[in-house]
């Protein structure tokens, strides 16, 4: 006849207890490469809707309005909603005229947790220059 040896009340809860700190532990870090790698996905989507206002204003020979704010960036037709750990500096409308050109040289900056992204637009080319820059922390 086989004996079957099993776990004790208090090995169980041992066995629970390490499982438990291992899933925290482990979360904490999935949680960190989640949020960041959702900040790179806003920003590829952020850039690919400017580009897509500024080839639709050009395509339809039309103006063209890119609105940002707190929530949302929106050019009429396409909405990005901005992630809760991104804020907007300020909010802006953007004008592209009937050729594609964007009308001011304004800077557009959001910060993140970690740096603060920039992207300064040209006049009249609608091109820009994209800057990271990591924030520094208080002690």
Do not use: C
């Not at 952020?46 to 580009?51: A, D, G, S």
């Not at 897509?52 to 204003?57: I, N, P, Y």
């Amino acid at each position: 006849m086989w004996r079957i040896k099993g776990f004790t009340l208090l090995e169980s809860l041992v066995v629970l207890a390490i499982t438990a700190f291992l899933l925290l532990g482990l979360s904490g870090g999935v949680k960190q490469t989640f949020a960041s790698v959702e900040e790179q996905l806003f920003f590829l989507s952020f850039e690919h809707l400017y580009r897509d206002t500024q080839k639709l204003s050009a395509l339809s020979k039309q103006e063209m309005t890119l609105i940002l704010d707190n929530e949302k960036i929106s050019n009429g037709i396409e909405t990005l909603d901005l992630p809760e750990n991104i804020k907007l500096g300020k909010d802006m409308t953007l004008h592209f005229d009937q050729t594609g050109g964007n009308s001011s040289l304004a800077k557009l900056n959001f910060q993140t947790p970690k740096k603060t992204v920039e992207y300064q637009l040209y006049i009249g080319s609608g091109q820009y220059k994209k800057t990271e820059n990591e924030r520094l922390h208080s002690p």
